[in-house]
């Protein structure tokens, strides 16, 4: 699994004319659901999403979760997260999960955040969506299941 987390002061989500999602203080997160993924991977980086330090304290650090900082997540997938790009110029995608395993691992994902006491705000899964968002810092982080849990 792969996450772009983007700390913000603000994003939002329409497809066509229609707003589907939108947030304040937070972070916007786009999530790649890899065709390695288990739903003991999906639930390990909910954890690590939450517990991550990357708001700032009253000193100004980055000290605070996002449930200590009262942000809100923006969790809108994002299956060109695992574009191979080592042949030729068009990006091949056979290591993103099909969408019948990464419906359900997506679900997964938000719903552990959710249970984590996550205000959690989505986009809708295969459509065309315009992502919105003032990126606060910027403050960008990586993720990768594979890299990053221990």
């Known amino acids: 699994m792969r996450l772009v987390v983007q700390r913000v002061t603000g994003a939002s989500v329409r497809v066509g004319d229609r707003h589907v999602a939108r947030i304040g203080d937070g972070a916007l997160v786009l999530a790649g659901i890899g065709t390695a993924d288990t739903p003991e ?8 999403l939450v517990g991550l330090r ?3 304290d009253s000193e100004g650090r980055t000290n605070l979760a996002i449930a ?12 060109t997260l ?3 790009l080592r042949r030729g110029r068009r990006p091949g995608f ?20 959710r249970e984590g006491g996550m205000d959690v705000q989505t986009g809708e899964f295969g459509a065309e969506m315009t992502v919105e968002l003032v990126n606060d810092g910027p403050f960008t982080l990586v ?6 849990l221990a």
Not at 41 to 48: E, P, Q, T
Not at 94 to 113: K, S, W
């Open 41 to 48: 991977i999906v639930d390990r980086m909910a954890d690590k």
């Open 68 to 79: 200590e900082a009262g942000g809100a997540l923006l969790v809108v997938s994002q299956f």
């Open 82 to 84: 695992y574009a191979d």
């Open 54 to 56: 990357y708001f700032r």
């Open 143 to 148: 993720i990768d299941s594979e890299r990053d």
């Open 94 to 113: 056979t290591d993103a999960a099909l969408p019948e395993t990464a419906v359900p691992q997506l679900d997964r994902f938000v719903g552990r955040l």
